[in-house]
């Protein structure tokens, strides 16, 4: 009992009461921030290792980057990153972010399925795919379901067999000997069903991209009903971005 306390001095209380106005750490590297400085923009381009930034106007595709912190390093009057951890969307486009654009990275309520408001707005349950990955998303998908983060408590939560579940999540860049598993887990999970993708990773095969090694033909037959970009994504991206498209929180 005494070590119990002597922990709960030390750490605090480690549960997080409402995910939705939960503060990071200052390190952490969320939505970037890209202002309208003049820099020699082909050396900023250069310094991108998986051409996730653009010219004309300067600009950041969050499903592409690997938050590795480069550009922001050495532009630091260009380019900051941002503790805003509110980055998932329904929408690919929403994930570029372009100089001197402040609008905040959300769901388009329009681009919502109906079913998915009216059968998943309680109850969510998903079926998580490891495509090839390196094991961080599936670690912070992991601790989503924590005692700190609980997803649990908003009725998200993980299942074993695809045949309970309304959805899978997938992490990794889709690897050619896990598109077919993939291919029969999404067939084996009962329709009306949803397709989350979570990581750089998965949205755009991250460092990976182009690899003969990948076959990222599942992606070109589905849509796909949310993005959570990251590398890896945050807890309380993951969280945010599953309460946003299932409408559990609104704003």
């Known amino acids: 009992m005494y070590n119990n306390f002597k922990i709960l001095y030390h750490q605090g209380k480690q549960f997080i009461p409402d995910v939705t106005t939960a503060k990071v750490p200052g390190i952490f590297r969320g939505r970037p921030i890209i ?36 550009c922001a390093i050495r532009f630091p009057e260009k ?31 329009a681009k919502v399925r109906t079913e998915i408001h009216k059968l998943f707005k309680q109850s969510l349950k998903l079926r998580q795919v490891s495509a090839g990955g390196d094991n961080s998303c599936e670690w912070e998908l992991n601790a989503a379901n924590n005692v700190q983060f609980d997803m649990g408590r908003f009725g998200i939560e993980f299942v074993a067999s695809p045949r309970h579940a309304d959805g899978i999540v997938i992490t990794g860049p889709i690897t050619e000997n896990m598109a077919e598993p993939l291919q029969i887990c999404y067939d084996a999970t009962p329709d009306p069903k949803i397709i989350v993708l979570v990581g750089t990773d998965a949205i755009s095969g991250g460092i990976f991209a182009g690899s003969e090694a990948l076959n990222r033909s599942f992606l070109d037959k589905y ?29």
């Open 35 to 70: 202002s309208k400085v003049e820099i020699d923009e082909n050396k900023l381009l250069a310094l991108c290792p998986v051409d996730a930034i653009s010219l004309k106007p300067v600009s950041i595709d969050l499903g592409k980057c690997t938050f590795c912190g480069e």
């Open 79 to 109: 380019i900051q990153f941002s503790t805003d951890y509110k980055i998932s969307t329904n929408e690919r486009d929403n994930l570029i972010v372009s100089e001197g654009d402040d609008t905040p990275i959300g769901i388009n309520p």
């Open 223 to 251: 849509p796909v009903d949310l993005y959570i970009p990251g590398n890896p994504a945050h807890p309380l991206t993951i969280i945010n971005g599953l309460l946003d498209l299932t409408r559990k929180v609104k704003g």
